[in-house]
């Protein structure tokens, strides 16, 4: 009882201790931050996208569509691949 009553005292008093002040906020900029307008932004022309997959049946020639490929390669086996070409980058 005599513990259960000490932990209530200090629980109260809070062992003696002041608290500590609240951290302030910081102080605003006064300088407002402005979103940059589409004649302001620069486009970076050293980066490259991945090129693009299209239908192919000899790795040289491409096609936009599957049924394209099989029509001009006289029925061969077309698939997709990368159309590796200068402007991008092949995987």
């Known amino acids: 009882m005599r513990s259960l009553l000490?932990?209530?005292?200090?629980?109260?008093?809070?062992?003696?201790?002041?608290?500590?002040?609240?951290?302030?906020?910081?102080?605003?900029?006064?300088?407002?931050?402005?979103?940059?307008?589409?004649?302001?932004?620069?486009?970076?022309?050293?980066?490259?996208?991945?090129?693009?997959?299209d239908w192919t049946c000899d790795d040289v020639t491409f096609f936009g569509s599957q049924a394209t490929c099989i029509a001009n390669c006289g029925g061969a086996h077309c698939f997709l691949d990368f159309n590796c070409r200068p402007g991008c980058l092949c995987p």
């Open 6 to 53: 000490m932990a209530a005292t200090l629980l109260v008093l809070g062992c003696g201790r002041t608290p500590d002040p609240a951290p302030q906020a910081p102080a605003c900029s006064t300088v407002e931050a402005r979103a940059a307008t589409p004649s302001q932004l620069t486009r970076d022309t050293t980066q490259h996208a991945f090129c693009p997959r």
